[in-house]
């Protein structure tokens, strides 16, 4: 990528005058721009080209309208508040974020952002771009606080109100306990992170009371998770409709890979795939003003189910139906039955031919770079004949791939001492000083009770903090999922001690693994090693009986932490994707 | 300071006589704006501390309300004329025309001396002057504002004295008031951001970044403080500041070639916005005559004093260097050094348009305290700079177009605007 100074200097400042020339993007504030802001603007001109050259007539690639605030913002923001003592305490992020909240937005740029609602009637995502994003080239992917604001109100100071909120929020979020965790998994500390803030422009349509794109998704040009025939550099790409936060939070998408777009996920049957693919999409609130609460995220924004997008017409490229008489899955939605978020129309009739787009875009870009790249992505299609479509191109992020070469010595099914192993393992190395294991007691585990089980293993994960340490972790379901249904809702901060991470499911389970999920891939960018250990098809179960008879450091309702008399030994082939965890 | 004899109300006429001819205006339009619609003297009898009694003058004049109510300071000055109250409320007529809100000009004053009275004195006074003029003021009518050596408490005084007298509560009827007690946030900072918004568009304008320009300011009250903090926070650098010395009664200029430290200075300052001497000195400070502040090497001169300070007689010594002039206070700049500054072709911030923003935010002060919900300073000071940038654009904006001076074009926008109200009532 080009360097810095480059780039910074092609970064026009913000003129309130020229609002109306739709400059693409512009920034206020002389300060860093921080990892997102920084990705999209070193690929600007060379998206420019690619686009040109993919040569699809009827689909227009672009970085979406954004402004960026630098940190120099959020410093004159933090000191003319004072703000830097709740900030690096221990308070609650509530209490964080009202404290920025109350506080006085810097006033050589105040008349810029009034200025700006007033001139834009359109949704914003105010967005975080932080400088350790940038600085340690490592993703930090819904670790910050995103808010996607409506901007419709008729009075332009509502519009203001919700924006610089929402910019508040977004600061106040560089302090909050999962950020605070994220960055001790790092060289650095939480006094180093600075935020810079996008102002950009949402991508999609109005369906009513509702705004969101048509498909959204997040193309890896590595997939962590490739099974079967599939090679991890075969890339992979989720997609989902309504607003991207369905991805990015873990939620069910249509998990893909696009040299292969007519081969769905591993269901194992009609009904599983009814229940596991997306039922629910997000989109920002439109209509009646949601309750006064600026710090929470979703505040903007609404999650109905597939009836409500079908009334707006959304299904049309997006869906399947399910016909029980027959059996069969149709693409389309022309006859009556149940809805599958498939995406069958485009990818398997290529009615638009974004798979295509997306295919040459991650190419493209991971040769542009020199590195796996992910790209987050929204498109907005036509609403009455599905194109032209327009594909906001908006965000670039390195992936970060462990290729040093290890090997897994002996026979992993016929060795003794072995607590698990797993031929689905991801990530590429050797851990042997681990002690600890926090642990997802099997014979308690129950869906309802997740929420609990997160806030336990953050206790048992503070004990390991205190005596700075590492653990393995091992439980049940999809980690750092949104939805409880599917797996423990952790955030990273609440199990940073982990250094391999190990799911698996008990039987009557049919959750799939983490399917590269935003907290999946922060998770990997930290070298953690990950074993998918599925009941039905495990290489060595995981023994219980050994972890049982294991001296216990503390232990709550749902979980345990114990320590071994001696480290235990974790190897992960990469290329093989085999991993075995051994003790003694 | 200047000291030459001046006819401030004079000097207003013979500007609006300009911008008439320029707009050809018909007669009857320019006989009613030519003058105040009504004026008032009165008479304020005070019992002093030591027991005597003291009768101070005061006067409301209210030039015209053909766009709303009137809106003007009340000035405590020992120098106060009628003459100089009548021009005051005539470039508030203009100052609210030319950034567009719906009020009209007036302004106040009494013939008094604050620093030789006490608190208690004082608010004798202010009770005084609203016992004369209650019936003539208010809220729908004509609202006045803190100005030279008035603040947020005479303000309240005011405001309790008039709520005695109507048995209401109307905390519209007066702006400026301490903030919980009807005051609006950002108030304070409200004339100087003002100033240093209209300077931040003339330079975006110029091509000049702020951060390499250098500039000298008359005065240290409110105005020039909150204007040298904006343009410090832009990354101006301020070399000289003039102020009146109190105890000495006479004006100085510090001066520092790297730099004033606002804060350092607030720090030796007292409440009327006098430096202490000898302290500046320790902190490394040139102390020089008052006048100096004008003939300094520097990129913006910002008079944020008194009127009449730029004249014939010192416009000379302005340096070659200086590419604009931002008017903090009202009128610092007589008609004869105007035609100088003009013809050397340097950038005019005309006073009714850069020092706008008190105006501006009193108009908000009021439509807050008329719907009694109050806003946050995020607000008040994000409207502030949309109204100025956006008056700014539209001064600068016709001046381009009809090459016309700054200050002609301000007044052009604003006259005419005044003049079709006044039309559109049938006044004339």
């Known amino acids: 990528m080009k360097e810095n100074s480059d780039i910074l200097a092609k970064l026009l400042p913000f003129d309130r005058r020229k609002i109306d020339e739709c400059i693409p993007i512009t920034r206020m504030g002389s300060g860093e721009i921080g990892g997102k802001a920084h990705g999209l603007l070193s690929i600007q001109d060379f998206l420019k080209t690619v686009a040109d050259e993919c040569d699809f007539e009827e689909i227009s690639v672009c970085i979406p309208r954004m ?112 950020a605070k965790a994220y960055v001790k998994n790092t060289e650095e500390t939480i006094q180093q992170e600075k935020m810079a803030v996008i102002l950009q422009e949402v991508v999609g349509n109005r369906y009513g009371e509702r705004f969101y794109p048509e498909l959204s998704g997040v193309a890896r040009s590595h997939n962590f998770y490739a099974m079967n025939w599939v090679r991890p550099k075969d890339g992979v790409i989720d997609l989902a409709l309504g607003l991207g936060k369905t991805v990015v939070d873990g939620e069910a998408t249509w998990s893909y890979c696009p040299n292969m777009p007519h081969i769905s996920p591993p269901f194992n049957t009609v009904s599983d795939m009814l229940k596991h693919t997306q039922l629910n999409f997000w989109a920002v609130n439109m209509g009646k003003p949601p309750e006064y609460d600026p710090i929470n995220e979703a505040e903007y924004l609404v999650h109905p189910d597939l009836t409500i997008a079908e009334q707006d017409g959304t299904l049309r490229y997006t869906a399947s139906t399910y016909n029980h008489q027959s059996g069969r899955i149709t693409p389309g939605i022309s006859e009556k039955g149940p809805r599958i978020l498939n995406f069958a129309p485009i990818l398997q009739y290529e009615q638009i031919p974004i798979n295509e787009l997306m295919k040459r875009l991650l190419s ?37 791939v462990d290729d040093t070469e290890i090997a897994i010595e002996g026979d992993i099914e016929g060795s003794p001492n072995v607590l698990l192993a797993s031929d689905s393992a991801l990530g590429n190395g050797i851990i042997d000083t681990i002690e600890h294991i926090i642990y997802v007691k099997p014979d308690k585990f129950e869906w ?137 | 300071m200047a000291t030459k004899a001046f006819n401030a109300f004079e000097m207003a006429q013979t500007q609006f006589d300009h911008t008439a001819d320029q707009l050809s205006l018909d007669q009857a339009t320019r006989d009613l704006l030519r003058f105040p619609l009504r004026e008032y003297t009165i008479s304020i009898p005070v019992r002093m501390d030591n027991g005597s009694f003291h009768v101070f003058r005061g006067f409301r004049v209210q030039h015209n309300d053909a766009r709303g109510p009137g809106k003007g300071g009340i000035r405590f000055h020992p120098m106060e004329t009628l003459d100089t109250v009548r021009a005051l409320s005539m470039w508030m007529t203009w100052k609210c025309g030319v950034v567009d809100i719906p009020l009209g000009g007036s302004k106040g004053g009494v013939i008094c001396d604050p620093h030789n ?63 919980g007690m009807g005051g609006s946030l950002g108030r304070t900072e409200a004339t100087g951001f003002g100033v240093i918004f209209t300077v931040r568009e003339a330079l975006r304008e110029m091509n000049i970044k702020p951060a390499n320009t250098t500039a000298s300011v008359q005065g240290f009250g409110n105005v020039a403080q909150y204007a040298i903090r904006l343009y410090n ?189 006044c039309h559109d009532r049938g006044w004339v």
């Open chain 1, 364 to 400: 493209k870009c991971e040769a542009f770079t020199g590195n796996p790249v992910e790209i987050e992505f929204a498109v907005a299609l036509d609403p009455e004949e599905g194109i032209p479509a327009r594909v906001g191109f908006l965000q670039i992020r390195p992936i970060v």
């Open chain 2, 117 to 179: 009275l006490s608190m208690r004195e004082q608010e004798q006074i202010c009770r005084g002057w609203i016992r004369q003029i209650a019936g003539e003021v208010g809220p729908l009518q004509d609202v006045p504002a803190p100005d030279v050596m008035t603040n947020a408490q005479h303000m309240l005084w005011m405001l309790d004295e008039y709520e005695t007298i109507t048995r209401k509560k109307y905390p519209g009827m007066i702006t400026g008031k301490p903030v």
């Open chain 2, 233 to 421: 926070q832009l990354g101006g650098k301020v070399v000289a500041v003039a102020y009146w010395d109190q105890k000495d009664q006479i004006a100085r200029t510090v001066r520092k070639s790297e730099g004033v430290n606002l804060d350092e200075l607030l720090g030796i300052t007292d409440r009327f916005g006098g430096i202490e001497k000898d302290k500046a000195t320790g902190l490394g400070y040139e102390i020089l005559d008052g006048e100096a502040w004008i003939e300094q090497e520097v990129d913006i001169l910002i008079p944020a004093a008194m009127e009449n300070q730029i004249t014939a007689e010192n416009v000379g010594r302005i340096s070659k260097k200086v590419k604009l002039i931002a008017e903090g206070a009202n009128g610092p700049t007589t008609p004869e050094a105007d035609k100088v500054i003009a013809e050397r072709g340097i950038f005019v911030l005309p006073d009714l348009l850069a020092n706008a923003g008190g105006v501006t935010c009193s108009y908000f002060e009021q439509v807050q305290c008329n719907m009694n919900y109050f806003w946050e300073k995020d607000e008040v000071l994000g409207k502030l700079d949309v109204k100025m940038t956006s008056a700014y654009l539209g001064v600068s904006e016709l001046a381009r177009k009809r090459k016309l001076y700054m200050r002609d074009a301000a007044y052009v926008i604003s006259v005419s605007r005044v003049a079709q109200a």
């Open chain 1, 448 to 584: 309802k009770h997740t929420w609990q089980i997160a806030s336990e293993l953050e206790k048992l994960n503070e004990r390991v903090l205190r005596e700075r340490r590492n653990s393995i972790l091992i439980g049940f379901g999809r980690w750092g999922t949104t939805d409880e249904w599917r797996g423990i809702p952790v955030h990273v901060g609440q199990i940073s001690t982990a250094r391999v991470i190990v799911e698996a499911t008990l039987p009557g389970m049919t959750v799939d693994p983490s399917q590269g999920s935003h907290f999946f891939h922060n998770i990997t960018s930290f070298r953690v090693l990950y074993f998918s250990v599925p009941h039905s098809d495990p290489l060595r179960p995981i023994n219980w009986d050994w972890l049982e008879q294991q001296p216990i450091v503390q232990e709550t309702e749902f979980a345990r932490l114990v320590k071994s008399t001696a480290p235990l030994t974790t190897t992960v082939d990469g290329r093989t994707r085999q991993g075995v965890i051994r003790y003694g």
């Open chain 1, 67 to 178: 402004i960026v605030l630098t940190t120099e913002i959020f410093d004159l923001f933090m000191e003319r508040n004072a703000l830097y003592e709740i900030a690096f305490s221990d308070s609650t992020d509530t209490r964080i974020a009202d404290a920025f909240n109350k506080g006085t937005f810097p006033n050589e740029y105040i008349g810029d952002i009034m200025a700006l609602a007033e001139s834009m009637h359109t949704p914003i995502a105010v967005r975080s771009s932080s400088r350790l994003e940038d600085a340690l080239y490592r993703p930090f992917a819904g670790v910050y606080g995103t808010k996607m604001v409506p901007n419709n109100q008729f009075s332009s100071t509502e519009r203001f109100h919700c924006l610089i909120d929402a910019i508040k929020f977004v600061f106040a979020s560089t302090y909050f306990r999962e």
